[in-house]
């Protein structure tokens, strides 16, 4: 029926299967992330030190080059270290991408009150909350595990399948801390931007809690002579899990159980203050 | 509805509701706080009965939600939308969240735009529309999926008078077309009347009154009010002779026709006894004198 003609039609076709409706939200999600030049421009920088690494990895193979250039070969070594640097650097510009990105997604639908909407269609919280996070789980997979992956498979297919099969687990472990870092920033940005509902105060509140809680862990420790104020630190929380994952020699003053503990415990708080705020109406009792 | 009731901590919002409303337009009346809007909530499944049980369309609310709500359009009362999207993306979007292709969803969103008159404007950010146009965006996303039940609430709140006829035509529109089943719910008893064929008025969270307009409307075609000049005694009498029910004041006769008698046959006694009829009216009970005596009940 041409589009002009002004009389309501009921609609009689197929329908899409119910699994997949959440994958709505994740395409439309995408192509509002990818409107802003600003955030575009962020996701391009995040493969710069990928694109560094890799160039790293070729000449570390490249000893005549090496030499050419007065460098030793020994100086470069790609190992578990070199890969807990690029998750450190990756890690960190994830988060920013988050803090650009995340309040986007929810604090639109909030602001005017388009849950109701949603809700009142077959789609459930739960699928909002995936369809939501499924955005960022892509965008930051793009920016840490996925580059990661392709630089443990160039170094293997440079160094050969011995090494390759030996440092095996590295491939493992940029995945876990990947997937941890992406599951704790996806949360914390949709739940902060859920309860603020203000795109630029929950960008801001993000950032807060990263830096100010850094901050504030390492107040607790000076004033209390204590370590109960890492618990505030979530970059040094992760940091931990990551020193473990990697098998990186670097001293810390919790237990990887304890900051296992603690971001499973930020994760919940998380999850719980968001699925508080995503729902039709609230009811005030 | 069935004993329904909801209570929000230790409020009842909704009290032992049992009603079952089957007709084509169903008006949801009572005054700010009654209850309207949290049986609406409850029925589309955002609020849990504390007691009781409803259906929609043949489903039960507590165990089928996923299948009620694939089959209803509903419309809210504030605003609902997201200032950033244009007014046919918004749409489109709802219409695949409802299970449209988005193919599909494309092609219906722009229908259901150019059907409640947002064509020229449908590339327009949410965020630019006025209010009136805002009413009509959330009515657009209702019905684009082509549901059976259209839950309205408020429709027309906030609208001024034109946008609100606009509105009242393109409601009575849809109910006419008999594709789908409206509840509207508001507090103006005259969107109500205008559009309704049944309503339920609720007073405090409870059933104060169900009427069925249609019935009513039928029922007070026998109720004339006649203004005449020159009538006397002999008029009344002739009146009553035909059958009909008369109480004359001064000048005013209200009376009840008889079965058979026609407004024709009042005014060719007229003519016989060279009386001259002023105004004739229809007495009917108004939906006001309804709400009314329900509230006062």
């Known amino acids: 029926m041409a589009v002009y003609r002004r009389s309501y039609k009921p609609y009689a076709g197929t329908l899409t299967a119910e699994w997949s409706r959440f994958l709505v939200l994740f395409r439309y999600g995408r192509k509002s992330v990818f409107r802003s030049k600003m955030q575009t421009g962020l996701f391009v920088i995040c493969f710069f030190f990928p694109l560094a690494c890799l160039i790293i990895i070729y000449l570390a193979h490249s000893a005549s080059f090496l030499a050419k250039i007065g460098i030793p070969a020994q100086l470069i070594s790609i190992d578990s270290k070199f890969f807990f640097r690029y998750m450190s650097v990756q890690g960190a510009l994830a988060f920013l991408l988050t803090a650009f990105v995340g309040p986007g997604l929810v604090s639109p639908d909030l602001a005017n009150g388009a849950l109701p909407l949603f809700f009142c269609r077959p789609f459930s919280r739960a699928e909002y909350v995936l369809g939501k996070s499924s955005v960022l789980a892509l965008l930051l997979s793009q920016v840490t595990w996925i580059p990661g992956v392709v630089l443990f498979v160039m170094q293997a297919s440079l160094a050969g399948a011995s090494w390759a099969w030996s440092n095996l687990w590295i491939a493992g472990s940029l995945m876990l801390s990947s997937l941890l870092w992406i599951a704790v920033l996806s949360l914390l940005a949709m739940a902060l931007s859920a309860w603020v509902k203000w795109r630029i105060v929950a960008g801001a509140l993000l950032l807060a809690v990263m830096f100010f809680g850094a901050g504030f862990g390492q107040a607790i420790n000076a004033v209390l002579r204590t370590d109960f104020g890492y618990f505030f630190n979530l970059p040094y929380l992760m940091g931990t899990v990551w020193i473990t994952l990697f098998q990186v020699d670097i001293a810390q003053a919790i237990s990887i159980t304890q900051a296992g503990v603690a971001i499973l415990l930020y994760c919940t708080v998380c999850l719980g203050l968001l699925l508080r705020k995503v729902r039709a109406y609230e009811v005030i009792r | 509805m069935q004993g329904l009731s909801v209570r929000f901590g230790d409020r009842d919002i909704l009290r032992n509701l049992s009603a079952s409303l089957q007709g084509q337009a169903i008006g949801l009346l009572g005054p700010n706080g009654a209850g309207k809007s949290t049986l609406i909530n409850t029925l589309l499944g955002f609020y849990k009965p504390s007691a009781g049980s409803a259906k929609v369309c043949g489903h039960d609310i507590s ?124 507090h103006l008893l005259r969107d109500v009347e205008d559009t ?87 007495r009917r009970d108004t939906l006001e004198d309804i709400f009314l005596k329900a509230m006062e009940s």
């Open chain 2, 63 to 186: 165990t089928a939600m996923r299948q009620i709500r694939a089959l209803v359009g509903y419309m809210p009362e504030n605003d609902a939308f997201i200032s950033k999207m244009s007014a046919v993306s918004f749409v489109q979007m709802m219409g695949e969240l409802s299970g449209l292709p988005p193919e599909m969803a494309l092609e219906r969103a722009h229908e259901a735009l150019f059907y409640v008159g947002l064509a020229e404007a449908r590339y327009r950010k949410l965020g630019t529309y006025s209010l009136g146009m805002k009413q009509l965006a959330k009515l657009a996303q209702a019905i684009v999926h082509g549901p059976r039940l259209l839950i309205l609430d408020e429709p027309t709140n906030g609208l001024d008078p034109s946008a609100r006829q606009r509105m009242i035509r393109m409601i009575r529109e849809i109910r006419d077309s008999g594709e789908m089943r409206i509840i509207l719910c508001s």
């Open chain 2, 196 to 282: 309704c064929d049944e309503v339920l008025i609720l007073k405090r969270g409870q059933i104060a009154h169900y009427s069925n307009l249609n019935e009513e409307r039928r029922a007070n075609r026998r109720f004339l009010e006649l203004e005449a000049c020159g009538a006397n005694g002999d008029f009344t009498a002739a009146l009553e002779r035909l059958g009909c029910e008369c109480a004359a004041t001064a000048n005013r006769i209200k009376m009840i026709l008889a079965e058979g008698i026609e407004t024709r046959d009042i005014f060719r006694l007229a003519a016989e006894q060279n009386v001259r009829i002023r105004r004739l009216n229809f």
